[in-house]
């Protein structure tokens, strides 16, 4: 196995519990998101990865229906959750998303695939050129094993990637830039409801358009003759949660 998209979903969120079961036109959030990864061309396979608590019986159940492979893991160590089904699947890369990204579009991905080095370890949105929401990354195992054997900081286990994006000296990144230039002022991630309730506006006109696998072009072309629409969720900024996280472990 080459590519193995892990996605990263839970029910207990403090911001908007149960998010990922949201529905958007008809079904799950997560189950549009996992329809919308699986149109990408070079992937083998989409897993769910979540934690051992019983709250995430619901994603349990809906991958079951969906013939979708779901991992099981820590809670708090996210890193430990991710390593021990990479390591048991033993892809060349595994690509992380995290379930709160419905509006993910696999042409990104595919384009990121396309583009990545030989010799990089890790591939994402680093210089944050995307919209929030849009987020991929792409970890060659030896990469993922590594950080999984060294990463001591909660913040590290908690946030996958911390550990390697954080130690340039130990491996080589590679920074996926938007072909477009900068949109990184976008949010069409879910994390409040307010965030929901843009993803579902968008969600709503599309499929009333019959475009049930709108681009992020669309998306952006549909925003800019409707800028209220992200005045709903304008108050809120990229990545509270990993800042909280860093300044609970008083990391610089």
């Known amino acids: 196995m080459k590519y193995l998209v892990m996605i990263q979903a839970r029910c207990g969120s403090t911001r908007l519990p ?29 897993m769910v990865v979540t934690s051992i608590s019983k709250e995430n019986l619901p994603i349990v159940h809906l991958c ?11 809670e708090d160590d996210v890193l430990d959750r991710f390593y021990q089904y990479a390591k048991l699947l033993k892809p060349a890369y595994i690509i992380r998303l995290t379930a709160d990204c419905p509006c993910f579009d696999s042409t990104l991905l595919d384009l990121a695939i396309k583009n990545l080095n030989e010799s ?21 195992f030896s990469a993922l094993e590594k950080a999984w054997k060294n990463a001591t ?8 990637t911390q550990y390697i ?18 949109f990184g002022n976008h949010r069409w991630t879910v994390d409040e409801s307010e965030d929901f309730e843009v993803v579902k506006i968008i969600y709503e006109h599309f499929f009333k358009q019959g475009n049930e696998f709108f681009n992020y072009k669309d998306i952006l072309n549909y925003l800019e003759q409707h800028p209220e629409i992200e005045e709903i969720n304008s108050k809120y900024t990229r990545n509270e949660g990993l800042k909280k996280s860093i ?5 610089v």
Not at 64 to 74: A, K
Not at 120 to 140: N, P, Q, R, V
Not at 165 to 182: A, E
Not at 247 to 251: T, V, Y
Request: proline share 3%.
């Open 18 to 46: 149960n998010k990922v079961l949201m529905d958007l036109c008809g079904k799950p959030a997560l189950e549009r998101m996992i329809e919308r990864v699986q149109r990408s061309k070079f992937i083998d396979e989409v």
């Open 64 to 74: 079951s229906e969906l013939n979708i492979r779901i991992g099981i893991g820590s």
């Open 120 to 140: 990089t370890d890790y591939c994402g949105m680093l210089s944050e050129s995307f919209a929030d929401g849009l987020d991929l990354e792409i970890i060659k």
């Open 153 to 160: 900081h909660a913040f590290e286990r908690e946030h996958v």
């Open 165 to 182: 994006i954080r130690h340039p000296n130990l491996f080589v990144l590679q920074d996926f830039l938007s072909p477009i230039g900068y």
């Open 247 to 251: 300044e609970k472990d008083n990391i």
